[in-house]
């Protein structure tokens, strides 16, 4: 299902008729706080190790009937949802991450709460938590883990077996992944990497057989001065390309490419490209996927290597993708609207026409195209 659209994950599992240990379904928004808070924390602690989805306006007892929630007095937003859980106490303040999407299905208005899924598991409350439900108080009870197995939620005054416990710590501190999981996991936590400018490498402080190699062998480095992004900042003269791998014992797991920009003052990973054309023309974009190895990567490489001054930089083109299926829907978009680059009675901002002084008469249609397309992701695409 990873590259369905959120309604078509929807629609299939309103169409499985159960419940399952990743989504659960409610006809009406809750009319207890604990009941949600319950919910979300069972949900962000599933052991299925993926997004959870609380489908609201799906009546379980009738048949699975679609309700809208037009008309729902208790509906929550985005704000509202994150404000409920940014006052609950939480064990070292992390709290699981949710969001609402209105879905328009069979001409029902359905809410989905989705609960992304984390490694930071489990979620735990570090207070007692306690609230009515007909007229009695109820509470959800601090240093208790609750998870879901199949469709029911751990009771709120229990706490998992033991060996679901285990599990969801084994998950947060990577226990059990295979290698190219457990590199993902110490990536995506860039602040515990070490790094040593003088050998130009990285290891990881809590697995220090986790090393990241730029090669800065000079018969080794790849030379490119097509690209305009080197040329961009102040000091251009040093825009080379350096292979670097990541290894864990002396085996290398990952490869890809570096580039030092600004005269060795910052650090990048080399970002992925993109065109759409129309007759003999191509446009090229610039980007990252959220939470893939080069994101990660360059995340790291923003760390210990920033830039240091206020020069034109990646931030002004480069487009952070959230998915893969966002990447193609974003390729299909603007193939479909190609007019967009193509019109010239569009007005964009001054800052996306601006030249750089840096670069020729071609690189400057790079740079300038390249930002009109991240305008069009971040103006057009997102907003439709």
């Known amino acids: 299902m990873e590259n369905q659209t959120l309604k078509d994950k929807i629609t299939d599992l309103i169409n499985h008729h159960f419940e399952g240990p990743y989504w659960d379904f409610k006809a ?5 706080n604990i009941s949600l808070l319950h919910d979300i ?43 409920f859980l940014r006052d609950k106490k939480f064990f070292g303040t992390i709290r699981p991450y949710v969001k609402v999407d209105t879905l328009l299905i069979h001409s029902a208005e359905i809410d989905v709460i989705t609960i992304k899924a984390s490694n930071n598991t489990p979620f735990v409350l570090s207070e007692d938590f306690t609230d009515t439900i007909h007229g009695k108080p109820v509470k959800l009870l601090a240093h208790h883990v609750y998870t879901r197995i199949n469709d029911s939620n751990t009771p709120k005054n229990s706490s998992a077996d033991m060996d679901k416990v285990e599990l969801l710590w084994r ?28 050998l130009g490498s990285f290891f990881y402080k809590y697995d ?31 825009d080379m390309w350096h292979d670097y791998t990541i290894t864990y014992n002396a085996t290398t797991i990952f490869s890809g490419y570096a580039q030092y920009l600004d005269g060795g003052r910052e650090l990048r990973c080399v970002p992925a490209e993109k065109s759409v054309h129309v007759n003999s023309h191509f446009y090229r974009y610039y980007y990252f996927v959220e939470n893939t190895t080069n994101f990660m990567v360059d995340e790291l ?25 966002e990447l193609v829907n974003f390729e299909e978009y603007m193939q479909k609207n190609i007019n967009l680059l193509t019109d010239d009675s569009i007005v964009y901002p001054a800052n996306i026409l601006q030249n750089n002084y840096n670069l020729d008469d071609n690189q400057n249609q790079q740079y300038i195209t390249a930002k009109k397309i991240k305008f069009i992701y971040n103006n057009s695409f997102l907003k439709n």
């Open 28 to 32: 009406m928004w809750y009319q207890s």
């Open 208 to 238: 220090p057989l986790l090393i990241l190699q730029i090669d800065r062998d000079m018969e080794n480095v790849r030379i490119d001065r097509h690209e305009f992004y080197n040329m961009i900042a102040t000091d251009p003269q040093y």
């Open 301 to 325: 490489f923003k760390i210990h290597y920033p830039n240091p001054y206020n020069y034109p930089s990646f931030c002004e083109f480069i487009i952070i993708f959230k998915s893969d299926n």
């Open 171 to 198: 998950k947060r501190f990577g226990i059990g992944l295979s290698i190219l999981e457990k590199m993902n996991l110490c990536l995506s936590n860039p602040n515990n990497w070490v790094y040593n400018d003088q």
């Open 41 to 83: 924390i069972s949900m962000a602690n599933n052991l299925e190790n993926r997004d959870a989805y609380i489908i609201i306006g799906v009546d379980e007892d009738n048949n699975f009937q679609l309700d809208s929630r037009h008309d729902d007095i208790k509906r929550k937003n985005n704000n509202e949802l994150a404000s």
